[in-house]
């Protein structure tokens, strides 16, 4: 699986030398998830929220259920789209960047010999090398255009889509056109599913604890009222966050973070020696589920993040669903911020209920997902949220 990954990676061209990550990474902290920049997409996260909120309804009044996940990977498509490309994009254009993103969870997912004996290509009976290589160039072709079309237009310094801020870049930092296609494309392929799949995992427990749900509900009430939920309300939504951290810690979407760690040098963690050459992997999902770190682990309980407050986003090893370290989740804070305020949304418009018995089955890709599809009921609530 790793192994594919970084073929596929490699395929994309990402820089042999390390200058993509060094790239993605100062990127990530300077600017492109900049508090500033992740507020002023609130209007577009805002703008998604309605389209599902609209869809929703439309499922309900022609099936009478709503299967959440078409409506929630639809909205984090449209989402990680408008904050990539600053715009949505076109009928054709579309479906292509859906179905790439699909062969390339598909082409993740398969085995294939040559990723451990490497003979070029002879073990690849199947294919996947080709069509990694295929996938690579697809992904290039429709990326190259977007860049070409845009810098048609000019003036990208006055946009915060992360397209115009790459090529608004002083010409001394300027990166080339290969490092920001497989920038912007590696925030869509880890930046949109990932997103979908954890409040599939939060509204199947949210269906399954109707208590909590009543809860959650209840502090909206309090602390937002008839208006619609913002960003600016989420620090006193502290029973919100800590069901989505209750989530992250019982289904973790990427338990074994990014699969695999290369040991480059001899090293020692704690009283284990780890020669150089060693494949490693952190196994988050058991770490979450140990009964030597978390009381009752089994048990479905967000009050544990009241009485004790703990940051998730990589300085606490108990709980580190987005990663630690150099690695880190680069889209942490945006991808947290989206679910935070799609789940509120989705809380203040409607009362959920299961149409369909919940399975907590996991399958795992390359993220951890519900094996089967969330059925719900939405019942539009008695409070009119202007
Ligand atoms: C809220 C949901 C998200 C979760 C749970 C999540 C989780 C993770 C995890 C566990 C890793 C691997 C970290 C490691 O190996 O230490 C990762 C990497 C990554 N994530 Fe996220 N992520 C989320 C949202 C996003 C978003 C919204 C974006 C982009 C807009 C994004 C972009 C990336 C990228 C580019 C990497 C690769 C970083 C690297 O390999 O150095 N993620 N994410």
Redesign the pocket.
Known sequence: MSARLLMFERAIGFAPSGEY?RH?RRMAANNMFSPRRIASLERLRSRVADDMMDRVCKEMEETGMVVLRGVLQKGSLDS?VG?VFGRSLGEVEGKELVEMVKEGYELIGKFNLEDYFSLGGLLDFHGVGRRCKDLALRVKALMANIIKERRTLGDFSKQDDFLSLLLALPKEESISDSDIIAVLW??IF??TD??AI?LEWIMARVVLHPKIQAKAQQELDTFVGDRSVQDSDMSKLRYLQATVKEV?RLH???PL??WARLAIRDVHVDKFFIPAGTTAMVNMWAITHDGSIWKDPWAFRPERFLEEDLSILGSDLRLS?????R??????V???T??HLWLARLLQQYDWTAAQPVQLSEYLRLSLEMKKPLVCRAVLRDRVVK
Do not use: A, D, K, Y
Request: charged share 10%; glycine share 18%.
């Open positions: 990550w993605l990680i904050s590696e925030m880890r930046g990932v997103v954890l992250l973790p979407p990427g973070l990014s669903p987005f990663g630690s370290g690695r880190v989740c680069p889209g942490r945006l991808g947290l989206t679910v």
